[in-house]
């Protein structure tokens, strides 16, 4: 783990997943982040909470092979490559992941992977992929971040009215977003051609979170409610009621293909206002 105090916020890191786990800007009571009383802290296993790298493939592997859902990043342990205080007043983190004997055994692809963290008044989240090998890489890839709510009950997601998503509860089914989102049953959507920001509304907590995505037209939106969030061993019966997950993604029509020697950003951006 690695911790990290500056003028505006904590944070803690973990190189397991290279995976933020806690950020509490100061004067806030409460973290922005979502972690899990019973999230588990071992080898090959991704923890529950924070914000988990999806890469390099979003969703259930198709491949046959019973690779692990949501890639490998997040269950790999991470290197730290640099860190920094910078002028004004943030910190700065730099994670790296490359491919190994290992990654090409499930993933016969070579990459460099790079996540710069960045905590300041915002929390600054950056993921390179860099094509390190001879062929084009094609990767689908989310920050799957847990939001911490009060009471999901009180909680409005803003931004996607109007915008076109995939139902995976409904076969995928193409939907339109009217108004506002209300988290009242599972929700699980890939919302596709999406605005630059989200904002989540909290009432209970009487603040606002907004959550702005850089080279990415897709949003998913989860939160598994109270039957599918019971199937989870690492979560409690009533954490369903206690997060938000707004992931900002590269998934579906939106997935990149990067060709030998580029690379690809995608960048989110975390900022809390209060009411």
Known sequence: MIDIENKYATAKVSLSGGQVLSYLPKGQQHDVLFLSDKAVFTVGKSIRGGVPICWPWF??????????????????????????????????????????????????????????????????????????????????????????????????????????????????????????????????????????????VDKSLNRTIKVKSESSNSTVIWNPWQETGAAFADLNEDSYQHFVCIENANVFDDSVSIIPGASHTLTAIIEVENH
Do not use: C
């Open 59 to 200: 969703g259930d592997d198709t491949s046959g092979y019973g690779l692990p859902a949501h890639g490998f990043a997040r269950v790999l342990d991470w290197t730290v490559l640099a860190t920094s205080d910078n002028d004004d007043g943030s910190t700065s983190l730099q994670l790296g992941l490359m491919s190994t004997d290992e990654t090409l055994a499930i993933w016969p692809n070579h990459f460099e992977l790079i996540l710069d963290i960045t905590i300041g008044k915002q929390l600054i989240l950056a993921l390179t992929t860099v094509n390190t090998g001879k062929k084009a890489l094609a990767i689908t890839q989310a920050m799957h971040t847990y939001f911490n709510v009060a009471d999901i009950s009180q909680v409005v997601v803003q931004g996607m009215d109007k915008v076109s998503y995939l139902d995976k509860l409904d076969g995928y089914k193409l939907k339109t977003q009217s108004d506002k989102i209300i988290i009242d049953r599972e929700v699980d959507r890939v919302y596709q051609q999406v605005p630059d920001t989200t904002t989540i």
